[in-house]
């Protein structure tokens, strides 16, 4: 189907969406389903004539992120009701298996079982031999078990986008091919420049809303506007044999064998077989320049790369023998966008009106229907409908302007996509990168450094170790990578002290004549209490789930300072921004994170170690929780702020970078007769568990709202001017929560729950029950001696005492809800 270019180009419309592949097709026809039809759809070329024409189409849903999981379930739920309409897209619901050919595959796949169960989908374990009935062609040699899902399918890519495209026009969105988008005008500076037009080869067309859907070409109309969109195209293979077996009455299901690299999939009476080669191939991009993809680059495909198909060729054989003696009937090697993370890039960008849809990274056509869904919403709307933080385009910082660094990251994703990823694995590519100032001390004390947004992080201290604690390692994935190390570390923070290296943490200053309105506006707590408090806040969107979660120091009448989480600068300062843009505040707001080198010292004995080295008077008279003084701590010019993530006594202790080694070492220096030991962020997660401190992005969500939180505390409904997302919480308040975040104790501490498994109920009389909620987050709480794990129930449940069961590897493990927080629920200890 081709398009009739010869319409002429409309010279305004409210969204213009750049590229017709199945992504810009699929947003396109759900920005008119929500009722937005004021929208152009343009390609360069014809639909589909990007990555989507060459796709293998498989289409599975289960993902490690259940938000993931939700929107390819919602992609299979479109593409079955469009098979049933007037442009069916070739959607074939043939089910998929996947292969444990080793052991650790099979537990793997076990945890996976527990992901599908906490979302909900339809999976089942198997043996070999009943994933061989269900694809005949398979040996079972090595298979130790499998999965299948039988609500996976595949579809025909280009006949899903010319659906969707249909759907869309018929909706009324224009759609325009053969048009190149060549510029996009924007107006306005800093914070309020916002895209106005966009410049193509068919004339102008004025706007307000601009998706960049242009998959591995997005990152080069992102350079349109000056905005980064990391992106790298690699080329991906597969084959289509000939023949293979005579016709069968019901498709055959898609096939992964993980461990060897390979997928298959039934293309008539032959297979569809690719995988993902140990050896990469970016295209066009190298370590010193972007992508630069021929302008005529549409519609087609790059040579076959025979050599480098060799394993997987020769490792698909061994999984289907058959395959070596057939021919091949066509070999297809396609450039994809591929991310340094291997999630997409979506939503939002500092430029106002901006949008991103793109590096679907393999998984386009899988995504694409939820894609399409969500981005609709949070163009329209201004808000996902669900956390959508993984694949947020601006989760990634500065360092992904470089070309090297974005090339070494995607290259090492790609090379690793079917590795079992274990918890706490940390990758290598790119680093070391950002370092504190202390990062030298760390590693001559024995530092086992992990990686967040590109810092060097200290996990523990080798050094620590202490071989009596080996009896707490957790059994199975979650003693992998854990090291006895953190028991001593945690111990410290609560008998005498440690100290910690945070000068990670993102931190925004939010500074001019606005800066006090923007906050208030933003925060639910009240953050404008005048110069030297601290407020522990979150930012709510304006259904009042929590956009941001952080602590805002107010500096004088018109500076704030914002400390969030490492991986959150760019993302919490983006809100901020945008909506400062809302309400049209004159402010400025900048990532002041590198200036600051922070470190954080709690335990009992803090203030004895610091006494001796500040003129600053400690007591809580003169230095109450939650308040910030400038002081000396030793030689160094210091801000610190009363502040505890571990639930104990202490400070966050800021200095500018350049005296942070200083600092670091007179602290350690004044601390050791006291018994200091320094920690890492391994200890930090098993003390704020205790204390039942949340984390953003695991246990609290644009999903989830500070009452259902346990953040109600921080709620000022009465404060003046009221704040964003307040009408939805008194709303929320009358009619009361419907779920509530618990703290679980599971009965057997060797067990640890790691993130989404399942959890069920289970009645009096211990009979299992439905599977309600996942585990947002879990670990060791070392001072307690038990095994904690976060999860939202329903109120009904959410009562100390309740019993449940969360599943960890396939074993039903009891927990009992307690209350909350287990560790100094009064806080005696941080007010101390
Ligand atoms: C070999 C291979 C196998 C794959 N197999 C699968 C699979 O089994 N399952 C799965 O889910 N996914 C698979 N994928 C991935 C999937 O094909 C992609 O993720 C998806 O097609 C990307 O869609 P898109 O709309 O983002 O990009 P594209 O299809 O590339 O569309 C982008 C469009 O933007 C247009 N454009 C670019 N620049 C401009 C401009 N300046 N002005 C106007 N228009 C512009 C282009 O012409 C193009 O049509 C596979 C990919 C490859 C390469």
Same mark, same amino acid.
């Given at each position: 189907m081709t398009e009739t270019p010869s319409r002429a180009l409309p010279a305004r419309a409210r969204v213009v969406v750049i590229g017709g592949g199945v992504g810009g097709t699929s947003v396109a026809y759900h920005l008119a389903l929500a009722g937005e039809r004021d929208v152009v759809l343009v390609d360069r070329s014809e639909l589909t004539s990007g990555s989507t024409f060459h796709s293998a189409g498989l289409v599975g849903q289960l993902r490690s992120d259940p938000t993931l999981t939700a929107m390819n379930r919602y992609s299979v739920e479109l593409y079955r009701s469009l098979q049933l309409g007037e442009n069916p897209p070739g959607w074939v619901e043939c089910g998929s298996i996947r292969l444990a050919s080793t052991q650790e595959r099979w537990e793997e796949i076990q945890r996976q079982d527990g992901w599908a169960a906490s979302s909900g989908l339809e999976m089942s374990l198997i043996s070999a031999a009943e994933a061989q009935e269900l694809f005949p062609l398979m040996t079972t040699d090595g298979v130790v078990g499998a999965c299948f899902l039988p609500t996976d399918g595949q579809v025909d890519p280009s006949q899903l986008t010319y659906s969707l495209a249909a759907g869309a026009r018929a909706m009324g969105v224009a759609i325009h091919t053969h048009t190149r988008v060549l510029g996009i005008d924007t107006e306005g500076d800093g914070l309020r420049r916002r895209v106005t037009r966009v410049r193509t080869d068919k004339g102008d067309i004025e706007c307000e809303l601009v998706v960049d859907c242009g998959g591995m070409f997005a990152a080069e109309i992102a350079r349109m506007v000056d905005v980064r969109v990391p992106i790298v195209p690699m080329s991906h293979q597969y084959v289509v044999t000939e023949a293979m077996f005579e016709h069968r009455e019901t498709p055959l299901p +898609? $096939? !992964?064998?993980?461990?060897? %690299?390979? /997928? /298959? !999939?039934? &293309?008539?009476?032959? *297979?569809?077989?690719g995988g993902y080669e140990r050896q990469s191939l970016p295209w066009t991009a190298s370590a010193s320049s972007y992508d630069r993809i021929p302008a005529d680059f549409n519609g087609r495909l790059l040579q076959p790369d025979h050599d480098r198909f060799i394993e997987i060729s020769e490792n698909a054989a061994i999984r289907v023998p058959s395959i070596a003696d057939v021919g091949i009937r066509s070999f297809i090697n396609g450039p994809e966008g591929f991310t340094p993370d291997n999630e997409f890039c979506l939503g939002p960008t500092d430029v106002g009106g901006f949008f991103v849809a793109a590096g679907y990274c393999a998984h386009g056509i899988a995504g694409a229907g939820g894609i399409g869904k969500v981005m609709a919403e949070w163009v329209l709307e201004g808000a996902p409908p669900m956390d959508l933080w993984h694949m947020d385009v601006r989760r990634f910082g500065g360092s992904y302007r470089s070309p +090297? @660094?974005? *090339?070494?990251?995607?290259? &090492?994703? @790609?090379?690793? /996509? @079917?590795?079992? !990823? /274990?918890? =706490?694995?940390?990758?290598? =590519?790119?680093?070391? $990168? !950002?370092?504190?100032p202390a990062y030298a001390w760390h590693a001559e004390h024995g530092a086992a450094f992990g990686e967040k947004s590109g810092w060097e992080r200290v996990n523990h201290y080798e050094s620590n170790s202490v071989v009596d604690d080996e009896a707490w390692r957790p059994r199975g994935w979650a003693g992998r990578h854990w090291s006895p190390a953190v028991v001593p570390e945690h111990r410290a923070a609560r008998e005498a002290a440690a100290i910690f290296d945070e000068s990670s943490f993102a931190k925004i200053e939010v500074s001019g004549p606005d800066a006090a309105r923007l906050m208030q506006w933003v925060c639910d707590n009240d953050v404008a209490r005048g110069a030297g408090t601290v407020t522990y806040t979150q930012a709510l969107n304006a259904g009042g789930?929590? &956009?941001?979660?952080?602590?805002?120091?107010? *500096?004088? =009448?018109?500076?704030? %300072?914002?400390?969030?989480?490492? =991986?959150?600068?760019?993302?919490?300062?983006?809100?901020?921004?945008?909506?400062?843009?809302a309400i049209d505040a004159d402010v400025r707001i900048a990532d002041v994170t590198g200036a600051w080198a922070c470190f954080g010292l709690w335990g009992p004995k803090a203030r004895d170690i610091v006494a001796a080295l500040t003129p600053q008077d400690l007591g809580n008279d003169a230095f109450p929780f939650l308040a910030m003084r400038e002081t000396t701590v030793g030689d160094v010019p210091v801000r610190m702020v009363r502040v505890t993530f571990v639930g104990e006594l202490g400070w966050e202790l800021y200095c500018p970078t350049e005296y942070g080694a200083t600092l670091w070492r007179t602290l350690w220096d004044a601390g050791r007769p006291h018994g200091l030991v320094a920690g890492g962020y391994r200890a930090i997660d098993s003390l704020r568990l205790e204390k039942g401190y949340r984390v953003w992005g695991a246990d609290i969500d644009p999903g989830h709202t500070p009452y259902e939180a346990g953040l109600g505390f921080c709620v000022r409904l009465d404060k003046p001017g009221g704040f964003l997302g307040r009408e939805a919480l008194v709303a929320q308040k009358e009619a009361g929560v419907a779920q509530r975040l618990v703290c679980l104790v599971l009965d057997d501490r060797s067990q640890v729950a790691l993130g989404n498994e399942p959890v069920r109920l289970v009645d009096s009389a211990g009979e299992p029950g439905a599977v309600v909620s996942r585990v947002t987050s879990g670990g060791l709480g070392y001072s307690l001696g038990v095994s904690i794990a976060f999860a939202y129930l329903p109120v009904e449940h959410a009562v100390a005492g309740t019993r449940l069961d969360v599943g960890i590897f396939g074993e039903w493990v009891g927990a009992t809800v307690t209350k909350d927080p287990l560790y100094d629920p009064k806080s005696e200890r941080v007010r101390a």
């Open positions: +898609s $096939l !992964r064998d993980p461990d060897n %690299l390979v /997928y /298959y !999939r039934q &293309e008539v009476d032959g *297979l569809v077989m +090297s @660094y974005t *090339l070494a990251r995607t290259v &090492e994703n @790609y090379e690793s /996509y @079917y590795d079992i !990823r /274990y918890p =706490a694995h940390e990758r290598k =590519a790119g680093r070391p $990168l !950002r370092t504190s789930g929590i &956009e941001c979660d952080f602590t805002v120091t107010q *500096l004088d =009448a018109q500076l704030f %300072l914002v400390v969030t989480g490492t =991986a959150f600068a760019n993302h919490d300062a983006s809100w901020l921004r945008t909506q400062a843009r």
